[in-house]
């Protein structure tokens, strides 16, 4: 006899102990609106004062199983921000094409004030609920609370439905905002194998799980031996699991130096479906690979069937001559210098080829499968590399997300093996935006891909040269100064948004105690150098002072913190050298700062400082090299330390006493 489930409808039969609520929605306190500070975090302006959610899983006959989200939050405002708070959005999965997607619904929420002693209590409306498509697949409902002010406390709550249940929604402990209270109670049934992570910052979560059994019950037909067709009602059980996690006094995610990726910080809860055995089935795995990933890409008209497609640089290819770098580089110029740049990011394109280059403009994508393509028209060795720009997250080392890509550049073999290039830049062969520079990215190939390193050949430098001189009481000469690689490159995109003039301000704007007298930028080569002459009067007492030129040079600890959650993540390693020499007139005697030499642990960084004299010259040395662009946590208090003891010695004077 064959079984069909037509339609199943699902009820939760949870035998299990209740948890007690911290709080129940529409239940606020006077005690809650006459709090003036968060108890353990009391520079905040506002925070959430508790959250709770519950999911549980459900079927339908149109779509198959699915699951619904019901979350519950509450907010006290304590300085109304700028941002508004009281601006609610929630974007959800909601292709346009049809598919699994997920659903906002029910709404509900009230604002709380205290007048004269009495609370007074505001609904939220239907004309304050707003939708957005904000993309082909994402969405977004949001809503203003009503009547949000100084003391407020608002909450609101909503049920998320979805049917896409190979990630369901992640969990966030952690906010912006500290949180006092945050809760998640989901249930699992037995059929589904789900690796469950707590990824980010690292804090303390109470948890608790037990056995539920929860009955699910489904109408069926059958066909008979002689055709008659049968149905009933049946009813599926399942053993599941429920489990309850909460954290207590949670410090917001909060913006450090040389942060990167936040959207990675917060601590959370992230859910992948490892594999599906339902009754009298066999088992079905379901997590993907990248081996299945890179499989799939590679056959889509949008991303590999394109790399094909190089016809339209055959004339271009027919002329060049040399061997693979050379014609590796003259592709690389010739598109680069074709191409506009719409500013438009992604991985696939429709347009990549003719089509795109005949438009001369077009998204990244177009532009940089276009020069696979024409890398592979000349016959070299090139493949797409799909990544992360910086600050939007790093892809999963393990399981494959399409939306966790959003950008590609292509890849080129030369004789110093693969070399990652960007066309829709102006920048030269090899060197990629530092947009990109962010973890690893995956190299597509037929036949499999791999991952690639996309900081591998981060050029750097900096290096200042001062050659001064002092001669009755006034100190002058010239400053020289060259940015090298991704220092160059900063320094050009400042040189062009805001123009010389503004540029030669914001240059000598750090507590520079010189006048300048003239000042000159040459942007000719791949270096950018800058050119000065300065002078400052130290006025004729018997002790003078002298700082040491250190533009550029580190002279404050960016690093304020007493400890750190966050990854430092610098977009390069830093390589920086000042050199000053300053020639005193006789009659003097010179005071200098030790000599020092500061190394981080592993020798990830070194700091070195001399100061010397010889005969009436002075000369002054001050060098820093961080080899590695990620330091953990646990590194942070070295890091800390060795900027400090940088800073120190960089703003430490020459003393000259005249005899």
Not at 38 to 63: V, W
Not at 244 to 260: G, H, L, Q, S
Request: hydrophobic share 35%; glycine share 6%; with cysteine.
């Amino acid at each position: 006899m064959r079984l069909t489930i037509l339609m199943l409808t699902s009820f939760l039969s949870l035998q299990v102990s209740a948890q007690k609520d911290s709080f129940k929605f529409g239940k606020v306190s006077k005690e809650e609106l006459q709090m003036t500070e968060c108890p353990f975090y009391p520079e905040a302006n506002a925070m959430i004062l508790g959250e709770k959610a519950f999911l549980r899983f459900e079927y339908s006959d149109q779509t198959g199983w699915g699951y619904q989200l019901t979350v519950t939050r509450r907010i006290k405002v304590f300085n109304k921000l700028e941002k508004d708070i009281a601006n609610v959005s929630i974007v959800v999965y909601d292709p346009e094409s049809g598919g699994s997607k997920e659903v906002i619904a029910k709404v509900k929420g009230f604002t709380y004030n205290l007048q004269d002693g009495k609370v007074v209590k505001s609904k939220l409306t239907n004309s304050e609920e707003y939708y957005t498509r904000l993309s082909k697949y994402r969405t977004e409902k949001s809503f203003a609370m009503p009547d949000v002010q100084n003391g407020s406390v608002f909450e609101y709550e909503y049920l998320l439905s979805s049917d896409f249940i190979s990630t369901l929604r992640t969990w966030h402990f952690q906010h912006e905002l500290p949180t006092a209270y945050s809760h998640f109670d989901y249930v699992l049934p037995e059929y589904f194998n789900y690796t469950v992570s707590q990824v980010g910052n690292v804090i303390p979560i109470e948890h608790h799980e037990e056995n539920a059994r929860e009955s699910f019950s489904y109408r069926w037909t059958s066909q008979g031996a002689l055709g008659q067709s049968q149905s009933g009602t049946s009813t599926l059980e399942s053993n599941s699991r429920r489990y309850n996690k909460t954290a207590r006094n949670v410090p917001p995610v909060e913006n450090e130096p040389f942060m990167n990726n936040k959207v990675d910080l917060p601590s959370r809860l992230e859910f992948q479906l490892m594999s599906v055995e339902m009754p009298n089935s066999t088992l079905k795995v379901v997590a993907g690979s990248y081996e299945k990933f890179n499989k799939e890409i590679m056959d889509w008209s949008s991303f590999g069937k394109t790399l094909d497609k190089g016809n339209f640089a055959k004339d271009f290819v027919a002329t060049l001559s040399g061997d693979q770098d050379t014609k590796a580089m003259a592709i690389y110029n010739w598109l680069s210098n074709h191409f506009s740049y719409n500013n438009y990011y992604g991985f696939t394109s429709s347009r990549a080829g003719r089509q795109a280059f005949n438009s001369a403009e077009g998204s990244v994508a177009d532009i940089n499968l276009s020069l696979v393509a024409a890398y592979r028209e000349a016959g070299l060795n090139a493949h797409p590399v799909i990544l992360s720009t910086r600050g939007s997250g790093l892809p999963h080392p393990v399981y494959p997300n399409y939306e966790d890509f959003n950008y590609v550049v292509a890849a080129v073999e030369t004789s110093k093996g693969f070399i990652l290039t960007d066309a829709s830049t102006s920048l030269s062969f090899g060197t990629l935006p530092t947009r990109c520079l962010n973890g690893r990215g995956w190299m597509a190939k037929e036949g499999g891909g791999q991952w690639v390193t996309l900081k591998a050949n981060a050029q750097h430098s900096f290096l200042s040269y001062n050659k001064l001189e002092l001669n009755e009481g006034v100190l002058s000469g010239k400053l020289s100064i060259k940015y090298g690689g991704y220092y160059a490159i900063d320094e050009r995109s400042k040189l062009r948004s805001k123009g010389s003039d503004e540029y030669e301000q914001d240059f000598f704007s750090n507590n520079f105690s010189f006048d300048v007298t003239s000042f000159e930028v040459n942007d000719e080569s791949r270096n950018l150098q800058c050119f000065a002459d300065i002078e400052h009067s130290l006025g004729g007492s018997d002790v003078l002072y002298i700082n040491p030129v250190t533009i550029g040079l580190v002279t404050e600890n960016p690093f304020k913190r007493e400890d750190r959650m966050s990854y430092i993540d610098l977009p390069y390693p830093q390589d920086k050298k000042m050199i000053t020499t300053i020639t005193i007139p006789e009659g003097y005697s010179a005071e200098l700062p030790e000599p020092t030499v500061v190394t981080l642990p592993e020798n990830s960084g070194k700091f070195m400082y001399t100061a010397t004299i010889n005969g009436n010259t002075i000369s002054i040395m001050s060098s820093l090299r961080l080899q590695r662009t990620m330091y953990a946590p646990n590194e942070y208090a070295y890091l800390k330390s060795f900027y400090q003891l940088m800073a120190d010695k960089n703003n430490e004077l020459i003393v000259l006493k005249k005899l």
